[in-house]
């Protein structure tokens, strides 16, 4: 089943505790990206992937790194959370970097509190 | 700047009836994909329907269906034959060549809170 996966689902952490968020998709898409949800805030992305080695700024880096060292994987790292990290965290990956028209596909999220 | 602007936080429909979702969207950009998701209270993203900017017939997938108007910069999802099941948040979100940077980000409404009732 094509799918993208994110682990954990959720998670309770306490401020300072480094932690890595998955995700990995099995459709070999290029494009791969990472949001946050919070009320009132919609959605806001955090950093994205056009492949293998490339990663980027989006919306809202701060507090947070990313790495793509194999295609299917795009891990989320918080090397010191803090409490304004809690929110819900999406994984979504789409096939093609340069085709802006492609269809992001969304993991499960992952609700992330910070105490 | 892109924007996408749902004007509507909340709508209530009876069941088996349609309902419109509407949104419209602002960007400079000839080339741009919109998308619908859905997002049940379990949190994950659905996504129902897609539209490029050049399509030009309205998207059709199922009781989703999308009202583009292009010169009116709008995008409406109308969901007919409502069920209990598609009580959920829905979010507009758009994609263009342009926003900013090369990152072809999605740029997502407030969302719209539909409950459907029995």
């Known amino acids: 089943e094509a799918q993208v996966t994110q682990n954990p689902r959720y998670l309770i952490t306490v401020t300072g505790k480094k932690l890595t968020v998955t995700c990995s998709q099995n459709m070999n898409h290029e494009y791969m990206s990472w949001y946050r949800q919070d009320p009132g805030l919609g959605l806001r992305q955090i950093y994205y992937?056009?492949?293998?080695?490339?990663?980027d700024k989006g919306d809202v880096p701060e507090g947070y790194k990313v790495s793509r060292k194999e295609k299917r994987n795009f891990p989320l790292i918080l090397e010191s959370p803090s409490p304004n990290q809690t929110s819900l965290y999406f994984c979504a990956s789409s096939l093609m970097a340069e085709y802006h028209t492609d269809t992001q596909y969304f993991g499960p999220g992952t609700r992330l509190t910070v105490l | 700047a892109q924007k996408i602007t749902q004007t509507q936080p909340g709508m209530f429909v009876q069941e088996k009836e349609a309902v419109t979702l509407d949104c419209t969207y602002d960007t400079s950009d000839p080339s741009y994909g919109l998308f619908w998701y859905k997002q049940p209270s379990s949190g994950e993203m659905i996504f129902l329907i897609y539209?490029?900017?050049?399509?030009?017939q309205n998207a059709t997938e199922g009781r989703y269906s999308l009202n583009f108007q292009k010169a009116r910069k709008s995008a409406n999802l109308v969901i007919s034959a409502s069920q209990l099941g598609d009580s959920a948040m829905y979010f507009c979100a758009m994609r263009d060549a342009w926003s900013g940077g090369s990152n072809y980000k999605l740029t997502f409404g407030k969302g719209t809170l539909l409950t459907v009732n029995p």
């Open positions: 992937s056009m492949n293998v080695e490339v990663t």
């Open positions: 539209q490029g900017s050049y399509d030009q």
